[in-house]
């Protein structure tokens, strides 16, 4: 696993789980599972945006992109080229 997806990964579970016993991948369902909410969202974009020295526009920041660290990733990347 690269960095970036174990960075973000290691975010989510530090910040958003709840049960020590809670096991989630690079697929795992963040905000249509429950494990994020809206107002976690914005703190994990500010974080992102932090970390990478990016800016994320707020019409891009949507559920379906920070649904999962896989696609979390790939918005991340798309700031990066």
């Not at 690269?2 to 530090?14: G, T, W």
Request: hydrophobic share 40%.
């Amino acid at each position: 696993m690269d960095d970036m997806k174990q960075a973000v990964l290691e975010y989510v579970i530090n910040e958003y789980l709840e049960d020590e016993d809670d096991e989630i991948d690079l697929d795992t369902p963040l905000i249509s599972g429950g494990i994020v909410d809206s107002f976690s969202m914005v703190s994990l974009k500010r974080f992102l945006e932090n970390k990478y020295q990016i800016n994320i526009p707020d019409e891009q920041a949507t559920p379906e992109a920070f649904d999962s660290v896989n696609k979390i990733i790939v918005l991340v990347e798309s700031f990066l080229k």
